[in-house]
T-cell receptor, first 114, second 117 residues
Framework: RKEVEQDPGPFNVPEGATVAFNCTYS??????FFWYRQDCRKEPKLLMS???SGNEDGRFTAQLNRASQYISLLIRDSKLSDSATYLC???????????????FGAGTQVVVTP | EAGVAQSPRYKIIEKRQSVAFWCNPI?????LYWYQQILGQGPKLLIQ????????DSQLPKDRFSAERLKGVDSTLKIQPAKLEDSAVYLC???????????????FGPGTRLTVT
């Protein structure tokens, strides 16, 4: 089993609709969680951090479920410009002499159609 | 603010040849990462530096890959000799100093697209 797993998609979403997808992780000691966005043939860019209480940034909402070990991303009122691959990042808890392992998922592709 | 710089942007080499990539992180960023991203996959961390010290190189194929970060600023990643399976995009990222128990936002460079023939 991969340590960080994502549904590769693609999720085909009509413009204006809502789409949501998850990322599961296997290490229960994971400490930090992020969503990155990667456009085709471009570098990843941070979309948002994921906090324990859940957080929202405009049309984007991220949730963390520690009991079931997954994070989610919801996009409301999808725009054509939201078409991209969404990567989740999970970082393990560090110790006094090492840093927690940092891992990316393979990404979920979202395609917003007119 | 200048972003993470990488060069070259593209490189084509034959198998068994050597190649080196260069990265200049954002000024003031103590942590530097090298990732390998194969088409259709997420970035895989190869090595992480904190200033000029290595803090994680568990996934670096040390028989052929090496990296250094002199003076805690620029970094180079070298592959010698290259194999066909090394064809990928090599991404450099930097962040503010990483602290135990957490991770920081990473800023990525544009990457170097390596093709090994």
């Amino acid at each position: 089993r991969k340590e960080v797993e994502q549904d590769p998609g693609p999720f085909n979403v009509p413009e204006g609709a809502t789409v949501a997808f998850n990322c599961t992780y296997s290490n229960s000691a994971s400490q930090s969680f992020f969503w990155y966005r990667q456009d085709c043939r471009k570098e990843p860019k941070l979309l948002m951090s994921v906090y324990s209480s859940g957080n929202e940034d405009g049309r984007f909402t991220a949730q963390l479920n520690r009991a079931s070990q997954y994070i989610s991303l919801l996009i409301r009122d999808s725009k054509l410009s939201d078409s991209a691959t969404y990567l989740c990042v999970v970082a393990g808890r560090g110790t006094t002499d090492s840093w927690g392992k940092l891992q990316f998922g393979a990404g979920t592709q979202v395609v917003v159609t007119p | 603010e200048a972003g993470v710089a990488q060069s070259p942007r593209y490189k084509i080499i034959e198998k068994r040849q050597s190649v080196a990539f260069w990265c200049n992180p954002i000024s003031g960023h103590a942590t530097l990462y090298w990732y390998q991203q194969i088409l259709g996959q997420g970035p895989k961390l190869l090595i992480q530096f904190q200033n000029n010290g290595v803090v994680d190189d568990s996934q670096l194929p040390k028989d052929r890959f090496s990296a250094e970060r002199l003076k805690g600023v620029d970094s180079t990643l070298k592959i010698q000799p290259a194999k066909l399976e090394d064809s990928a995009v090599y991404l450099c990222a930097s962040s503010l100093e990483r602290v135990s128990g957490g991770a920081r936002e990473q800023y990525f460079g544009p990457g170097t697209r390596l093709t090994v023939t």
